[in-house]
């Protein structure tokens, strides 16, 4: 992996739950080094909105996307989780869950 590369969280972890990045949310490589087995990874959202996060993320826990990233889905998968937070019921939120 390189700086710019489209990549995929593929685990949902904690550290990065707390953060707001979860399992399937999509993003790029924004520094050109991995540190200590990590990259520093940017979790944009649509148009005009805010990133979700731009976090370290071990690379064993990307997965690299050759076509490109959607983050469309960032939002949906953000959307499903800020429900969960607030009690309502969230569809398919089970899929990425570990």
């Known amino acids: 992996m390189q700086m710019m ?3 995929e969280v593929i685990v949902e972890k904690e550290k990065y739950a707390r953060e707001g990045v979860h399992k399937g949310m999509q993003g790029w490589i924004c520094y050109e080094q991995k540190v200590d087995g990590y ?9 005009e909105k805010n990133n979700i996060a731009e ?14 990233m959607n983050v ?5 998968i953000k959307a ?17 869950m570990i």
């Open 72 to 76: 469309k889905r960032n939002e949906q």
């Open 5 to 7: 590369d489209c990549v």
């Open 55 to 68: 976090i370290d993320i071990k690379e064993d826990d990307l997965k690299y996307l050759p076509n490109g």
């Open 39 to 47: 990259w520093l990874v940017n979790f944009p959202q649509y148009g």
């Open 80 to 96: 499903q989780f800020d429900a969960l937070e607030k009690g309502q019921k969230a569809e398919d939120v089970s899929d990425y």
